[in-house]
């Protein structure tokens, strides 16, 4: 059985020793995975580690306020901001392959992180891989921005404390670290985050639209009481033909996706409630303008992956 206060003993001792007195950075994205390698490397390195935020545009609604809030007022983190989203978004103009969406932002996402690393003087990035990660990556699934996302030349090492966890074990460490609910508890989110929700060609006005669309399904499905491993939006490619009011429109396809797992590597599709479902419809169509159709994704793991690209 999983000791999670044996393994926050050997994890912190771990750190302490492989980074010893000099500064790493923390690849801090908000999600359970990289919150529990920060608090493990706070707790390891206290004033020698450096939490970093990289807002690249593609976060969840109200995402950088929460993650201010959590980790630099109430626990005491030294974190540091960095607003990239206009470098991101540059970065993926005409870019359709997810693959090589993925590899771009793994690439940015380092070259910012050697960036701020070179302000704090730190040698050291730590990161959040889980062991879904780096499985996915080597068996060709795809690729994580965390580990096939990574240049060959890149200057800092690596500490990767949870990497031989699964999902349901990094949960029972952040509740034994005591973690508020909102961290321990949070549905799984990308490392691309947005940008991999939406098929295609990523652009602003995209990302806005998937951005609202997975925080209305994502307030629906907590308001019915559900728990699922993941519950998001994506948009899907093209437009289709719809009537908002008496007037002919032509809009895009919302998927939504809601699944239960125990370690991500098999999920099967939630038979949400139909109410709940319309709901989802209703709000997404009525309160995103672009928007004039919702379509639930039915499909286990495998066949398909649980995110779309």
């Known amino acids: ?10 994890a912190v001792k771990e ?5 010893g007195e000099e500064t790493a950075i923390i690849a801090l994205s908000g999600g359970v995975d990289s919150s529990v390698a920060a608090t493990l490397a706070h707790r390891a390195l206290g004033k020698h580690l450096v939490a970093v935020f990289v807002n690249h545009g593609f976060m969840r609604k109200g995402e950088e306020e929460e993650i ?8 005491g983190m030294n974190l ?6 206009e470098r991101f978004f540059k970065a993926l103009e ?8 993925r590899k771009i932002i793994g690439r940015i996402f380092i070259e910012v992180f050697e960036e701020e690393a070179a302000k704090v003087g730190a ?28 240049p060959s030349g890149m200057v800092l090492e690596l500490v990767e404390p949870l990497r031989d966890l699964y999902k349901d074990e990094v ?37 806005e639209i998937v951005r609202e669309a997975n ?18 939006a994506a948009l899907l490619e093209g437009k289709t033909v719809g009537v908002k009011g008496d007037i002919r429109d032509y809009g895009y396809t919302i998927a939504v996706r809601v699944v239960e797992s125990v370690d991500a590597m098999t999920a099967t599709a939630m038979q949400v409630p139909w109410e709940v479902l319309k709901r989802i419809q209703k709000r997404i169509t009525r309160e995103i303008p672009g928007v004039t159709r919702v379509l639930y994704d039915i499909t286990d793991k495998p066949p398909a992956t649980i995110e779309y690209e």
């Open 80 to 85: 540091r901001v960095v607003h990239a989203q």
């Open 1 to 10: 059985m999983f000791d999670a206060k044996k393994f926050i003993e050997e």
């Open 215 to 232: 925080a209305i399904v994502e307030e629906e499905i907590k308001k019915a009481k559900l728990k699922p491993w993941q519950a998001f």
């Open 123 to 150: 040698k050291y990035l730590v990161q959040g891989t889980i062991a879904p990660d780096w499985i996915e990556s080597s068996g060709g699934i795809k690729s994580h921005h965390n580990v096939a996302g990574l």
């Open 171 to 207: 949960r029972i460490v952040a509740r034994e670290l005591g973690l508020p609910e909102s961290i321990s508890e949070r549905m799984p989110f990308p490392g691309p985050g947005l940008a991999v929700r939406v098929i295609g060609e990523v652009t602003p006005e995209k990302v």
């Open 68 to 75: 201010v809030e959590i980790f630099k007022n109430k626990l």
């Open 94 to 101: 005409g870019v359709r392959d997810p693959e090589e969406k």
């Open 15 to 19: 750190i302490r020793e492989q980074v």
